[in-house]
């Protein structure tokens, strides 16, 4: 079983829609959340940060972390065409080295 | 501000030759430094990390080497190249302020024929 779970999509969705992208993960000492956005052939693009459950909103874009569940969730309000790209979930357990755990990501497809 | 770049951006290489991809980052000092492969439609693989001048760490084994020679400059190398070494390769760097969010290039696309 891999640490972080993530749906690979793809997911389709028309303009304007509200995305829920969704990872699970299975240790407990994850502490801090992040979500990446990549567009084909680039590389990731930190999207959102996150320690501890929550909520945290930026702009269009709304990072959720629930660690009784061990789930997070970004939910990206007025999806449009722009935002068509692989969305990434990563975490760490804030210990030395600081490693990242990724999921596989999510591919959103966004039709105008 | 910080940049961090990644050349070449792609190449193709036939099976059995060398290989050395470079990653530079500028505007911090002493950075966290990774290489990760990122295969065809799957996750970030880890392949290297290094919190310092010479201090390499490998996470999985496998016919590549890093190496850092200064304090913003991480090299990924290969003597012989294998057809399973295809893919995206990935620098990416994290300071020492902040958390643990790690900043990533643009990346260098190799296919290994």
């Known amino acids: 079983q891999k640490e972080v779970e993530q749906d690979p999509g793809p997911l389709s969705v028309p303009e304007g829609a509200i995305v829920s992208l969704n990872c699970t993960y299975s240790n407990s000492a994850f502490q801090y959340f992040m979500w990446y956005r990549q567009y084909s052939r680039k590389g990731p693009e930190l999207l959102m940060y996150t320690y501890s459950s929550g909520n945290k909103e930026d702009g269009r874009f709304t990072a959720q972390v629930d660690k009784s569940s061990k789930y997070i969730s970004l939910f990206i309000r007025d999806s449009q065409p722009s935002d068509s790209a692989t969305y990434l979930c990563?975490?760490?357990?804030?210990?030395?080295?600081?490693?990242?755990?990724f999921g596989g990501g999510t591919r959103l497809m966004v039709k105008p | 501000s910080q940049t961090i770049h990644q050349w070449p951006a792609t190449l193709v290489q036939p099976v059995g030759s060398p290989l050395s991809l470079e990653c530079t980052v500028e505007?911090?000092?002493?950075?966290?430094l990774y290489w990760y492969r990122q295969a065809a439609g799957r996750g970030l693989q880890l392949l290297f990390y290094s919190v310092g001048i010479g201090q390499i760490s490998s996470e999985v084994p496998q016919n590549l080497s890093a190496s850092r020679p200064q304090d913003r400059q991480f090299i990924l190398s290969s003597k012989k190249l294998l057809l399973s070494d295809s893919g995206f390769y990935l620098c990416a760097w994290r300071g020492l302020q902040g958390w643990d969010e790690q900043f990533f290039g643009p990346g260098t696309r190799l296919t290994v024929l």
């Open positions: 505007g911090t000092s002493n950075p966290n």
């Open positions: 990563a975490m760490s357990k804030g210990n030395a080295g600081n490693m990242l755990t």
